[in-house]
């Protein structure tokens, strides 16, 4: 790395020891025009001053004979964006090439343009290529395959194939969008699908097209977890582009070398392929291959193991090394998951593994962001959970409030109340009396201090829920708790495990803990059991699964954690978000104990939320502060943390301070720092930029901490069903009834079902329950009959006597007892020992079919269950002397009425 003083140097120097470099490096020879011309030659010449008609080329690039690319230099300091347009002259000026591409009448294929650090590149051939950024210049290897690829036949093969794969039309129209874009020469961009909707299957089969069309030979997917590598490459084996044909068995897959807990027990048949190095290092056309590995593994191979060891801790990859990989070694990148990285510093991260690459970039997630979107762009299609929902192929869920006074307003510690301290290094707890009164604020709740009473009545009033459900539907709710922590000696996740099993009693594998603690044993191995198996019922975690775990029986989410970011939350609501047919699943609860729904209420699906700033080294501010850059901010930054060092140091820690600071008193030198800077500079310095010191900063002595246990607190908490309305409001059962009321009340008039229930019954039919049904459900409230039994607390009611409450004040009846009040009332009174056997037979069929569906016509006749018993309308009719339209007629009014 050279240093600052190449922004003094010239043209000529940049040439000579930056971009002469930098194309020897890719393989090409740097060769003066008079030798060249005298008839020193080779396949691959970057040829200097190459004359055209509008002037020298800076450095024409000849392969295997022939001029393929204008490289035009510029100064350091220069930027070579513009420097694109000199470059395109020169391409139409050069004489004596055999190509001619476009209106334009360019006679070379491709232009560079470069200050020695910055490279841009265009392909000419295509009219809508857009100059770009790439990271290294192409190989002559690279150049070949380009000019061997024929992108018209690639288009014309997509235009002709219409898209019939996947089914879910708002699937092929991603697939779509993408492959429009890719033609209008956009080379990044982001799909934005909720979770659960088939973003991977969606993406599997554009790979497909793009393959099969002649688009790309070699396609990279980066997932950010083993796990979710191996997830991938199951869908890629189990993909048929068509009958009986398998993706695998028409193009290589390969993949790093996984583990045995990173694969499914049995879910994929597929025999995992590692990727031959040669594959990434020597790319040509003579493969065609999807590789699926993670992004720490590919930052390694591109560039070493990074210095903040965390940033790859989600999956050890020490096994990965660094390997030379040319920019083309990929023709697409997908990046799933693109809103991971929480941090700027992760987000990076991705960015320098995605930028390595010349090659069109699609970024998948179901979340965009917007350091996401200033990346890829905006997203050229988007399809979203409520969109999802109204199709049919996502669940909504309904909220329950659980309210702790505790949550909410702290604790106080009155003098003499005895408490736990527990030493967080130990675990070790004893007991002692407060001597002086003192708040426990909200804030650091299951941080610094825990009330056991508040965790033990919420999990109490969570489990009414749970239980009512299950005795409702005969299984017990799949749910997942998100707990504050899983730290040692403090675990609130360990407390609210304990608590559920003690609340349940059924056992320790009812209840388990899955974070990414090391006291769990087989992390992924107990996922796979909570998404397979009945057991557990309830898992309680912190963040391991709170983003790419599919568990589509889950019914109840729990948040005893508070969430700041939008895009984790809405990870976090996507666990539940998924169908699943076999328990039919038509929704999911989320019991938000902490705020959280409230919190986001009135956020839209699009986050403006940056990636999380990470910590600036002291190391970096400290040099910043040398270098004399914007030194005044630097300063104050370095006196902030020197003062919260010496609030936060311990006695051993401020011995220590002596050998750098005098008496060892970090806040007298933090308070004298920038008069110490002007007046004693060096010394001073010297002192800031002492590996010693610096290394004293990072891990000085801290005192041993302490973690209340407020065991005499006693908690206060109740639960309430809200319902949320699609314009963002959150009602209370009662409001929402009264809402309810005023709609019935103020729409007869617009709504003609309503109108026939209150004022002219004789005309109820099954049109009328059908519009009845579907304005009432397409209110911004919801009213759908499932809403609003839960609201009247009555699980039976029918939707007639619903209405009918509404506006009348009339008794609430189930469909059974609203149905044998109807046939009483058409029967005049008539004991059924009066009716013929046929009669009572045909009317216990047609007393069965209005309580299912509170309406009867005469083309329900034939359907299956009249058919199977012989019930034609001709003979029904028959049976009732010819009455059978009028008995109909009266049993649809009083059924109304």
């Known amino acids: 790395m050279l240093g600052g003083h190449l922004a003094q140097f010239s043209e000529r120097a940049t040439r000579k020891q930056l971009i002469d470099r930098a194309l020897t490096d890719a ?210 084996a189990a993909y048929e582009p068509a009958p009986g044909l398998k993706f695998d068995k028409i193009y290589e897959v390969y993949s790093q070398r996984f583990r045995r807990e990173d694969l499914e027990d049995g879910e994929f048949k597929f025999d995992p392929k590692v990727l031959p190095e040669t594959y990434l290092t020597e790319p040509g056309g003579r493969h065609a291959f999807v590789y699926v590995c993670t992004i720490q593994r590919m930052r390694i191979n591109l560039f070493g193991p990074p210095e903040d060891a965390g940033w790859s801790e989600r999956d050890d990859e020490s096994d990965a090394s660094p390997l030379p990989i040319p920019i083309h070694a990929f023709d697409v990148i997908v990046a799933d998951e693109c809103h991971r990285g929480y941090t700027s510093s992760e987000d990076s991260k991705w960015r320098e593994a995605l930028d390595h690459f010349d090659g069109i970039k699609i970024g998948l997630t179901a979340t965009p962001a917007a350091h996401t979107s200033a990346y890829f762009g905006k997203p050229i299609y988007e399809y979203g959970i409520q969109r999802a929902v109204a199709d049919g192929f996502l669940v909504d869920y309904d909220p329950v409030l659980i309210h702790s006074d505790i949550t909410l307003r702290g604790y106080f510690l009155r003098e003499g109340e005895e408490v736990g301290l527990r030493d967080t290094q130990t675990g070790q707890l004893r007991l002692d009396f407060v001597e002086d009164e003192r708040d426990l604020p909200p804030e650091t709740l299951e941080q610094d201090w825990t009330a056991p009473d508040r965790d033990r009545k919420i999990v109490s009033e969570l489990a009414k829920y749970l239980r009512e459900h299950e005795e409702q539907t005969g299984r017990f709710p799949k749910t997942l708790v998100f707990a504050e922590n899983d730290l040692p000696h403090r675990s609130h996740a360990d407390q609210l495990v304990n608590f559920l099993r003690d609340e349940f009693g059924r056992g320790d594998d009812f209840v388990q803990k899955i974070t990414g603690s090391p006291s769990v044993d087989r992390p992924l191995q107990k996922i796979r059991q909570f998404r397979n198996r009945p057991e557990p019922g309830i898992v309680v975690t912190v963040d391991l699964l709170s983003t790419g775990v599919d568990i589509p029986a889950l019914e109840a989410i729990v948040f005893l954690r508070p969430v700041k970011s939008r895009i984790l939350f809405e990870q976090m609501l996507g666990r539940g978000t998924r169908l699943h047919p076999p328990i039919n699943k038509t929704h999911f609860i989320v019991f938000d104990a902490v705020g959280v729904l409230e919190y986001f209420r009135q956020a839209s699906e699009f986050t403006v939320e940056p990636p999380a700033k990470p910590t600036r080294p002291n190391r970096e501010i400290v040099e910043a502060i040398y270098n004399n850059e914007d030194r005044e901010y630097n300063v104050r930054v370095l006196v902030k943390r020197l003062q919260r060092v010496a609030k936060t140091v311990s006695a051993e820690g401020r011995e220590m301070a002596k050998q750098f600071v005098p008496d060892g008193d970090i806040g007298a030198f933090a308070a004298s720092l920038a008069r110490r800077l002007d007046s004693e500079w060096a010394p001073t310095m010297a002192v800031l930029r002492d590996p010693n010191f610096l290394a004293f900063l990072e891990k000085y002595p801290r005192p041993k901490r302490t973690f209340i246990e407020a065991l005499e607190a006693v908690d206060s908490v109740t639960s309430e069903i ?176």
């Open 27 to 236: 393989g090409w020879r740097v060769v003066p025009l008079a030798r060249w011309q005298g008839g020193d030659r080779a396949n691959a010449d970057a040829v200097e001053e190459y004359p055209t008609d509008s002037g020298p080329a800076d450095y024409l690039l000849f392969l295997d004979g022939r001029p393929v690319a204008d490289v035009e230099a510029k100064k350091l300091e220069v930027g070579p964006q513009n420097v694109v347009e000199q470059a395109k002259r020169y391409a139409r000026a050069l004489a004596g090439s055999p190509f001619h591409f476009g209106p334009q009448g360019y006679r070379i294929p491709f232009i560079y343009s470069t200050n020695g650090k910055l490279i841009y590149s265009c392909d000419l051939r295509d009219p809508l290529a857009r100059t770009h950024k790439i990271a290294r210049f192409h190989t002559p290897g690279a150049l070949r395959e380009f000019l061997a690829r024929d992108l018209a036949a690639a288009d014309l093969w997509l235009r002709s194939n219409a898209i019939a794969d996947p089914d879910r039309y708002y699937q092929r129209e991603a697939i779509a969008a993408i492959e429009n874009n890719i033609r209008n020469g956009k080379r990044q961009m982001l799909a934005a699908m909720a979770t659960g909707t088939g973003k991977t299957r969606m993406t599997i089969a554009a790979i497909y097209r793009l393959m099969k069309s002649g688009y790309a030979k070699r396609v990279l997917f980066l997932v950010d977890r083993r796990a979710l590598a191996a997830q991938a490459v199951g869908a890629l």
């Open 722 to 897: 809200v319902f949320r309305t699609a314009d963002g409001r959150a009602l209370k059962p009662g409001d929402y009834l009264t809402a309810f009321s005023q709609f019935v009340r103020e729409n007869p008039a617009q709504i003609e079902a309503i109108r026939i229930l209150l004022d002219r019954p004789r005309d109820w039919s099954t049109n009328a329950l059908a519009e009845l049904r579907q304005k009432l459900q397409t209110q911004p409230e919801r009213f759908t009959e499932e809403n609003l039994r839960r609201a009247y607390q009555h699980e039976l009611a029918d939707i007639i006597s619903i209405v009918h409450h509404a506006a009348e004040g009339d008794p609430l009846m189930s469909a059974e007892q609203r149905v044998d009040r109807a046939m009483a009332r058409v029967g005049d009174g008539r004991a059924p020992r009066e009716l013929t056997p046929p009669q009572l037979k045909w009317f216990e069929l047609i007393r069965r079919h209005l309580i299912a569906n509170l309406t009867i016509e005469r083309d329900d006749f034939e359907l299956i269950e009249f058919q199977n018993a012989g019930a034609t309308w001709n003979r029904v009719n028959s049976d009732f002397g010819g009455a059978l339209e009028e008995i109909i007629l009266r049993l649809n009014e009083a059924i109304a009425a």
